[in-house]
């Protein structure tokens, strides 16, 4: 089977540290530990922040693909091979960063 692009560097993410948001609002940034091809992933050392803006840690998160809103990865990737490639741009965008969040996010896009 072949994974696209935006799988590649999601899997490429491990080791790295990462915020996902999911469908229900929380968002968890920490170090990506485990990812598969349905985007069920692991994180450590995690920060879990609530719909309402209030934060509590966890040591390990175990994330359902299915919840996944939208992830954001470090700056590094941007000069992933996966990114300068064609295929890439027809689902994903890089949204260039907000000048109070110094870091690239990459967008699904609807098709």
Known sequence: MNIGAPL?????????????EVKTGETYRG??????DNM???LRD???TAKDGSQSRTEYI?????????????????????LKSSELKKHVQVKKPKKNN???TLVQSSK
Not at 8 to 20: A, N
């Open 62 to 82: 175990f994330i359902r693909g299915n919840q996944v809103r939208f992830v954001v990865l470090p700056e590094m990737f941007k000069n992933s091979p996966c």
């Open 40 to 42: 069920n992933c692991q």
């Open 31 to 36: 170090r990506m530990v485990e990812t598969e």
């Open 102 to 104: 110094k870091k690239p």
């Open 8 to 20: 590649k560097i999601f899997h490429e993410s491990k080791g790295t540290i990462v915020t996902i």
């Open 46 to 48: 995690v920060t879990i």
